[in-house]
C-alpha cells in the first residue's frame, strides 16, 4: 500500500510538505503543489480520512442516530437524510441505539471523539446535557421526530396531534360507535400527542373510558396482542386507531383470527405513511408523515448550521395528510 512516505521521496519533498499539500494549509509554492498532486496520481496514494480528520478536526461525515431499524419509518427516514448529505460530499454513519440511554451516551462520546461535522438525533434517550456537550465541542446537531423538542437547539417534528385527530375523526364520519386506540409508549412524546389527538374526538362519547386504549410499543407484534385484548375487552369495538402503521398491520391479523371482516366489521387507520402500508390485505389507511422530506429538511438544516456556526437554531413543524385506503373505506 502507498504511503506518504512514498509520495514524499518520489516528489523529493518532506512529509511534512506532502501534508501541507493535502490539507491545504501552511505555505507551499505553487510548483511543489503540482509536484506532489502528480506524485499522488501517478502512485495512486489515497490520503487516511481519520489522519486527515484528526489533523483538520473534519471528518465530512454526518451521524444519524435512530432507535432501530427494524421498523420501515426509520430506513425510509434514513434515505432522506442520506441523498442530500451525499449530495453534498457528506458521509453517513448510522447508529442504531434501541432506545437505549447507555448506547446513546456511547454512540455520542465515540462521535465527539470522532470529529463528526454534525449529528441526527432522533431518540427517546437524549438529555438536553447531550446536546449542551456537542455545542461546546463545535459538532451541531438537529433532533428529529421522536426527540423532545423543548431545548434550544434545532428540532425537526410533525403534527401528531392534528393527525390523531383526523384519523379518529374519519372513523367517527364512516359510522364506527366504539373506536379503540392502540398507543404508543408512555415515554415517546409522540406518541402521547397521537393519544390526545384519539381522546379530543371521543372524550365526550358516554362510552368512552381508558379501558379502550391498549399500550403497544410500535412493532407489528405489539398491535396483534393489543388487538387481541381489545376484543377480549369490547366484543363490540368497530373501530381501531393504531398510532404506527406497523401496529396496524400486525391487528389486521388479529381481526382475522376473530373473524372480523375489514373494514366491514372492523375499520382500521395507522399513522406514519410507510410504504409497506399499501400492500396489505386490505390496503390500510393512514395519516402519513412526509417521512423522506423530513430527513431530507433534517439534513438541509444541519448543513446550515455547519455552514454557519452562529447562525440561530430553528423549530419546525410538518403538516400530515390522511391517506384513505380500503381498511376504512365503508
Known amino acids: 500500500m502507498v504511503t506518504i512516505r512514498d509520495v514524499a521521496a518520489k516528489a523529493e519533498v518532506s512529509v511534512a510538505t506532502v501534508s501541507r499539500v493535502i ?59 442520506e441523498d442530500l448529505a451525499h449530495s453534498y460530499g457528506f458521509n453517513i454513519f448510522l447508529c442504531n441505539t434501541d432506545d437505549d440511554r447507555n448506547k446513546v451516551t456511547n454512540y455520542l462520546d465515540s462521535l465527539r471523539d470522532r470529529y463528526v ?18 455545542h461546546s465541542r463545535g459538532i451541531p446537531a438537529v433532533t428529529l421526530d421522536r426527540t423532545f423538542s423543548t431545548h434550544k437547539f434545532s428540532s425537526l417534528t410533525v403534527k401528531h396531534r392534528e393527525g390523531a ?93 376473530w373473524g372480523r371482516k375489514v373494514p366491514d366489521d372492523l375499520a382500521i387507520v ?23 422530506e423530513m430527513g431530507m429538511k433534517a439534513m438541509e438544516e444541519l448543513i446550515r448550521l455547519m455552514k454557519e456556526p452562529n447562525a440561530e437554531f430553528s423549530k419546525k413543524e410538518l403538516d400530515v395528510e390522511l391517506i384513505l385506503r380500503e381498511s376504512s373505506m365503508r
Not at 461535522?117 to 456537542?134: C, K, M, P, T
Not at 373506536?179 to 381522546?199: K, N
Open 117 to 134: 461535522d454534525g449529528v441526527i438525533i432522533n431518540s427517546l434517550n437524549l438529555a438536553n446535557e447531550d446536546l449542551e456537550q456537542l
Open 23 to 81: 490539507n491545504n494549509k501552511g505555505h507551499v509554492t505553487a510548483q511543489t503543489v503540482s509536484k506532489v498532486f502528480s506524485v499522488i496520481e501517478e502512485l495512486g496514494y489515497k490520503p487516511n480520512a481519520v489522519a486527515r480528520s484528526l489533523t483538520s478536526r473534519k471528518s465530512n461525515t454526518v451521524a444519524l442516530l435512530v432507535p432501530t431499524i427494524s421498523n420501515p419509518f426509520f430506513p425510509e427516514l434514513a434515505r432522506g437524510v
Open 165 to 257: 385527530q383526523l384519523a379518529t375523526q374519519h372513523l367517527i364520519d364512516i359510522g364506527c360507535k366504539r373506536i379503540g386506540l392502540i398507543r404508543g409508549p408512555e415515554d415517546d412524546s409522540t406518541a402521547v400527542q397521537r393519544m390526545w389527538g384519539y381522546r379530543n374526538c371521543v372524550k365526550e362519547f358516554d362510552w368512552f373510558d381508558q379501558s379502550w386504549i391498549a399500550p403497544g410499543d410500535f412493532s407489528v407484534r405489539s398491535g396483534y396482542l393489543c388487538m387481541k385484548e381489545l376484543f377480549q375487552r369490547h366484543p363490540d369495538i368497530d373501530g381501531v386507531f393504531a398510532s404506527n402503521d406497523s401496529m396496524a398491520i400486525g391487528l389486521l391479523k388479529a381481526a382475522y383470527e
Open 270 to 292: 395507522g399513522f406514519d405513511g410507510i410504504e409497506m402500508s399499501q400492500y396489505t390485505i386490505p390496503p390500510t389507511s393512514t395519516v402519513k408523515q412526509p417521512i423522506y
